[in-house]
């Protein structure tokens, strides 16, 4: 049987699958390196260590920014200058020697979930991929809509009122950044929400502005697109907490204006960091079949 390897590229690692058609076996991650030779190298290695093992198919990847699935093009931004603006999928054809598709990481998570997870019964869903930034996909009749310049779901480039992004300020990345600028220690998102649960009084205030802001797009949101449902990945959904934590925050929004009676539905991926890779073989077939 023709195996097809997944690529889940992040800004701080990537990880590695291998997808036999009946099950996912997870291989080990890697750093991600900080320069585009650095990049090929990492990624050509792994691939080229699976095709002396096993039979591959093709090399489906999941990547931040503006994916044009037509041009093999990444625009837009993201932690990983290096992979925007040039045709990276004809380059890594010829590196890998086999077919290549990308698609933005936030839609990979989003045609995963939407095909057998948490978004498995609903048709409309707004996604929200919480990590090293914030990513997002926009689902309206169970279709990813890529929008006119293929930004359709990116939701962390909003300014809500405030001089710094959603993805500047919810990211456990940019919220440890904050914390440890102020405290002069070296901790992760996770660490920091730990503080926060302790009741570190910077932890907190970290912690309580970045679900504020959260629970504020989620409200827009709602009354922008009206999803069925919003469904939050990234490493922040593992947080057993969340949603209790966004609950009230939510709930004080709506009292504000006296029209917003609906509360949005809120769910975790059922895939978790797995969903991006599931999402990019899902993606792998729909190009390949055309």
Excluded: W
């Amino acid at each position: 049987m023709e195996n097809l390897i997944l690529i889940d590229i992040g800004g701080t690692t990537i990880k590695f699958g291998l997808n036999t058609g009946e099950k996912l076996e997870l291989l080990p991650a890697k750093k991600t390196p900080k320069t585009l030779p650095e990049f090929y190298q990492c990624l050509e290695e792994t691939v080229n260590e699976l095709k002396k093992q096993v039979p591959i198919k093709g090399v489906a990847l999941s990547c931040p920014g503006a994916v044009d699935q037509k041009t093999g093009v990444i625009g837009g931004d993201s932690a990983l200058p290096y992979i925007h603006g040039f045709d990276i999928r004809s380059e890594l054809k010829k590196r890998f020697g086999l077919p290549v598709s990308i698609e933005n990481d936030a839609n990979c998570a989003a045609l995963a979930e939407m095909a057998s997870g948490a978004g498995k019964k609903v048709k409309d869903a707004i996604f929200l991929v919480i990590g090293t930034g914030v990513g997002g996909a926009l689902v309206v009749d169970k279709k990813l809509h890529h929008g006119a310049h293929l930004l359709g779901g990116e939701f962390g480039y909003l300014l809500l009122g405030q001089e710094m992004t959603v993805s500047q300020i919810v990211s456990p990345v940019s919220i440890a950044e904050r914390y440890n600028a102020k405290t002069s220690q070296a901790l992760s998102g996770k660490e920091v929400f730990a503080k926060a649960q302790t009741g570190d009084k910077i932890a907190c205030a970290e912690v309580d502005n970045a679900l504020q802001t959260l629970a504020l797009l989620i409200y827009n949101l709602q009354y922008s697109f009206d999803p069925e449902l919003f469904i939050i990945g990234g490493a922040i959904s593992k947080n057993p907490a969340l949603i209790s934590m966004l609950e009230p925050k939510l709930a004080k929004l709506r009292q504000k204006v006296k029209a917003a009676k609906l509360e949005p539905k809120i769910a975790v991926c059922r895939y978790y960091e797995q969903a991006n890779l599931l999402g990019a073989a899902i993606n792998f077939k729909k190009m390949m079949e055309g």
